[in-house]
């Protein structure tokens, strides 16, 4: 860094030209952008990420809505070869319910928060409506329902103005882990109904628990007859099915022939065109570690719910994960034809005396729609939307340009190859971007952790869930092959277990169980090193990071709150924190820096807490850095060190943050980037890029300047001051002198996309700094 002389009377001199000379200028070029990625879809297989509710026009079969559990809603026009995104800037774009008025398919609800009770199934903040097709929206009820999850929303045919609500807490093993702490997630659930179109709400409570409404369905001849699922997945007495015929007023619990312990989820369909006929599903109440699920039964009612029979027991759609999967579909016009979903989806002809296996190209099923007169079957799982025009005996996918993949934390990069990457996707596996910009799979499962050698980029990582389940590749991706040998399986994991290249030790790795592992050999054999770093019980390491400069020092934080550092690359740990919520699964949540090693970031995934934080001791003390920080759960925090105070990006559940002043003060970064759940940020200077991984919208990217660094010679000086009043004065003279930079991304203090007036007291402040 050159020295700086004078600095004051240059900054006294610097204001009084810029505002004498310029009272406000509307911006010297555009604002920062981001760019999508991808993918959308994964080529060769055409998957993307879960899609959570469908809703298909009863007038044109070419029109339908989709909604990606934490991607937003999407419209297509065309029977789903195009696909438009409506809900990127609304406040979450987790959705779990949407529905279409019957009688002006210009109005459309969607409500959010996912009602499938997995750790990425997340809180939702509000109902949302539309009343131009989902152009655009209006937040309903944010008070009444934020921090919950809509399970399932109902218009009465007859009078749309009344609309019904199938409310459930947030899921996650531990229970709630997907509310993130939210103060409302406590809130009440169960049924909801709203008389003027979803302005305002009244919860349903005469003869209904305050439990979870898994699902909801209505007599359509007679709307006022309604039943609900009652499914508190951990089981409860008052699970079950509830019937009301007196549009809510009142309800009874059902019994004739159900289960009455032992229950979980329920779901629950009437048969559109003979509507005293009922289909059930009931799941297994879960164990709280999530296993145990099978479906309990399959019922089926010929009398509106007095009686039931139990159907074959033959199949079981659901395996163990009942309380995720569960959907019931009855064809629109023909009573006897029943969908009844889980992994895999399963069809009767015969009014459940028989079922086949129907499943789409992709498992996991969590939503099923008609067009009119089910000529058209539309399918929503795990990989996106499939479409049968033959009733389940063939499908077709419908992902082009649906981007609503969910992402780990686990994107790398190529260290010379722009174009290429990796990253882990929930339930898509592990895939491969190419040059020409299509990602491809090589691991399947759920894909979790991605390293790419960063010295010997041959030698990439990934893995699918679960301990050992760890994959190598050696020539540069392409192919991968098992590697890993000497990692008990019977070790607790954190589902994707982390693990790391050692940057500094050619060969060594380490990978997180509930003890951290060493290989020497490139990942294929491994020995543990260290002893248990949890406080016991079920949990596991789910993040580790190694400090760039010195391998030796290595960072651990478990899932039950404990952060550690190790002196000694790994062995021997020292406890740090205790009770750091943060999300159960994989996150990067330490930033170490790169020629600090005792210099590192913290970044805490859950609402009311210090949710973003620095130590210069290795982790002894901490100072907060959310002052003027939003309410929101921070998952990744990277840092750009170049400069004379450290820039930091903050990955949100609402996009990213930046803070240019060493985090006393904070803006959301760059226009375009959806308003989606931020799992990983990777600051990559030597190619002036941020990269973003969400989980609902994919990877995207955007342009990185060194803030301050007016003239482009990679230092914050005095020399830069003239730069800067050039660049506010005579944009045009200053893109003459400096062709080769963009002023916005180095000039724009304040993050409202614009170098103007406002951004001077924040390049003092940077250009003043020590």
């Not at 199938?166 to 997907?178: D, K, M, N, S, W």
Request: net charge negative; glycine share 14%.
């Amino acid at each position: 860094m050159r020295a700086v002389r004078n600095n004051t009377s240059r900054m006294t001199s610097l204001a009084v030209r810029v505002c004498v000379v310029v009272p406000l200028l509307a911006g010297a070029a555009q604002a920062v952008d981001w760019t999508e990625w991808g993918p959308a879809p994964i080529a060769s297989v055409n998957h993307t990420g879960r899609v959570s509710a469908l809703a298909v026009s009863q007038l044109n079969p070419d029109v339908m809505w989709a909604a990606g559990a934490d991607g937003g809603v999407w419209r297509t026009r065309d029977g789903g070869i195009t696909w438009t995104p409506l809900t990127d800037q609304m406040p979450t774009l987790s959705i779990g319910a949407l529905a279409l008025d019957p009688k002006d398919e210009n109005i459309l609800y969607a409500g959010s928060g996912e009602a499938n009770f997995a750790n990425h199934s997340r809180y939702g903040l509000g109902l949302y409506k539309s009343t131009n097709g989902g152009d655009t929206w209006t937040v309903l009820a944010a008070d009444v329902f934020a921090g919950r999850c809509f399970a399932k929303i109902l218009i009465n045919p007859q009078n749309t103005q009344q609309v019904f609500a199938a409310i459930t807490r947030a899921g996650g093993f531990p229970a709630l882990a997907a509310a993130k702490g939210h103060p409302n997630a406590d809130g009440p659930v169960g049924v909801f109904r709203s008389e003027d179109g979803g302005a305002t709400w009244t919860h349903l409570t005469s003869g209904l628990p305050n439990l979870c409404a898994t699902d909801l369905t209505m007599d359509p001849s007679s709307p006022n007859v309604l039943y609900a699922g009652i499914g508190r997945i951990f089981g409860a007495v008052e699970n079950g099915i509830y019937k009301t015929t007196d549009g809510g007023d009142s309800w009874n619990k059902l019994g004739g022939g159900l289960p009455t312990s032992g229950v979980g989820r329920v779901s629950v369909a009437v048969a559109p065109s003979l509507p005293s006929r009922l289909y059930a599903m009931i799941t297994k109440q879960a164990d709280p570690f999530g296993g145990g699920a099978e479906m309990l039964g399959a019922y089926r009612s010929n009398d509106g719910g007095t009686s039931w029979t139990q159907l074959t027991a033959l199949f079981n759609p659901q395996a163990t994960y009942g309380w995720y999967l569960s959907v019931v579909s009855v064809n629109p016009t023909v009573p006897d034809r029943v969908y009844m979903g889980g992994v895999t989806l399963h069809l009767s002809n015969t009014g459940g005396s028989s079922f086949s296996d129907i499943t789409p190209p992709h498992v996991d099923m969590h939503a099923l729609a008609w067009s009119a007169g089910g000529v058209r079957l539309i399918c929503g799982n795990d990989g996106g939307v499939h479409r049968s025009t033959t009733g389940g005996s063939s499908w077709g996918a419908r992902n082009f340009g649906l981007g609503v993949i969910q992402c780990y934390a686990g994107l790398s990069t190529h260290p010379t190859d722009n174009d290429i990457a990796f990253a882990g996707l929930q339930d898509n596996g592990t895939i491969r971007r190419d040059a020409s910009g299509s990602w491809y799979p090589v691991i399947g499962g759920d894909g979790g952790w991605t390293q790419l050698n960063q010295t010997e980029p041959n030698y990439v990582y990934g893995e699918f869930q679960g301990t050992g389940n760890f994959y190598r590749s050696t020539n540069g991706g392409l192919g991968f092959n098992y590697a890993g040998i000497g990692i008990n399986v019977g070790d607790r994991n954190c589902f994707l277990p982390p693990h790391l290249v050692d940057p500094k030790t050619a060969g060594r790795m380490i990978y997180g169980t509930h003890r951290v592992y060493e290989s020497t050999d490139y990942g294929l054999s491994w020995t543990p090193i260290s002893g248990d770093l949890t406080g016991g019980g079920v949990a596991a390491i789910r993040s580790l990071a190694i400090a760039p400069s010195d391998s030796n020092i290595v960072y651990a934080a478990t899932n039950d709150g404990r952060m550690l550092r190790s002196d000694d690359a790994g062995k021997n740990f020292a406890l740090l924190l205790t009770n750091v919520p943060g999300w159960p699964r994989i996150t990067r949540e330490f930033f170490v820096h790169p020629s600090k090693p005792l210099t590192v970031y913290l970044a805490v995934g859950r609402f009311n807490e210090t949710q973003i934080r620095r130590s210069t001791d290795g982790g002894q003390n901490w100072q907060p850095l959310d002052a003027s920080f939003p309410d929101l759960p921070v998952n990744v925090a990277s840092v750009d060190v170049r400069g004379r105070l450290p820039i930091i990006f903050a990955g949100t559940d609402a996009g990213v943050y930046r803070s240019i002043n060493g985090g006393r003060s904070w803006h959301r970064y760059g226009n375009g980037l959806p308003n989606a759940c931020v799992i990983d940020v990777q600051v990559q200077a030597p190619r002036s890029r941020l990269m973003a991984a969400t989980q609902g919208r994919g990877v995207w990217k955007t342009a990185l300047g060194l803030p301050g660094d007016l003239n482009g010679d990679a230092a914050v000086d005095n020399f830069d001051i003239d730069a800067f009043v050039l660049a506010l004065t005579n944009p045009a003279g200053y893109a003459q002198k400096y062709p080769n930079i963009d002023p916005i991304l180095v000039g724009d203090m304040n993050g409202d996309g614009k170098l103007n007036n406002f951004d001077i007291d924040g390049f003092v402040e940077l250009i003043s700094a020590p």
